[in-house]
T-cell receptor, first 115, second 114 residues
């Protein structure tokens, strides 16, 4: 069975600094996708970034990048130049090879950006 | 209008009452999902549907039921609400099949059972 582990319940980062949110996953399948979502205090879930298991390059979307280390089964989210608006819960999620089962989510990391 | 709309946004109900949470989408996706979020527990899957005639239980379906009235509509019911069903509920949709499809989420329904 697939499993996502986010080991950091909460983190603090100084404004303008970079921060890494950890995500490790467990699967025996060679084909899968990894997703990161942001949940600000208002509650909505916002898609940030996607990495496919066969992608050779690490995914990037603006200030977000995904540090994908396939052999270590990790998919860490890196936020560069943190902003106060980055304070939120962040969830890592994983898809199955066929996409015929729902995404599996981690328990999330609460990031607080300090001025 | 939002791609995925959940109603109501907030609801307070009494123990033992029946309540329905509604979800509608304009994405044209066949796949729809209901999750609940509790602090420290992340998102847990309640039910999902891959088309109008397909309904599947998730990891925490006890105490809940669903109805897929149309491609665009997927409702979640609590037959007899209890306080530990107090949570933030999300509806989501996705394209598929394929492992590269993520979700589009609704804004959530915050349910309190007193």
């Amino acid at each position: 069975a697939q499993k996502i582990t986010q080991t950091q319940p909460g983190m603090f980062v100084q404004e303008k600094e970079a921060v890494t949110l950890d995500c490790t996953y467990d699967t025996s399948d060679p084909s899968y996708g990894l997703f990161w979502y942001k949940q600000p205090s208002s509650g909505e879930m916002i898609f940030l970034i996607y990495q496919g298991s066969y992608d050779q390059q690490n995914a990037t979307e603006g200030r977000y990048s995904l540090n994908f280390q396939k052999a270590r089964k990790s998919a860490n989210l890196v936020i560069s130049a943190s902003q106060l608006g980055d304070s939120a819960m962040y969830f890592c999620a994983m898809s199955s090879p066929s996409g015929n089962t729902p995404l599996v989510f981690g328990k999330g990391t609460r990031l607080s950006v300090i001025a | 209008d939002a791609d995925v709309t959940q109603t109501p946004r907030n609801r307070i109900t009494k123990t033992g009452k029946r309540i329905m949470l509604e979800c509608s989408q304009t994405k044209g996706h066949d796949r729809m999902y209901w999750y609940r979020q509790d602090p420290g527990l992340g998102l847990r899957l309640i039910y999902y549907s891959f088309d109008v005639k397909d309904i599947n239980k998730g990891e925490i379906s006890d105490g809940y039921s669903v109805s897929r009235q149309a491609q665009a509509k997927f409702s979640l019911s609590l037959e007899s609400a209890i306080p530990n069903q107090t949570a933030l509920y999300f509806c989501a949709t996705s394209e598929g099949p394929g492992f590269n499809y993520g979700y589009t989420f609704g804004s959530g329904t915050r349910l309190t059972v007193v």
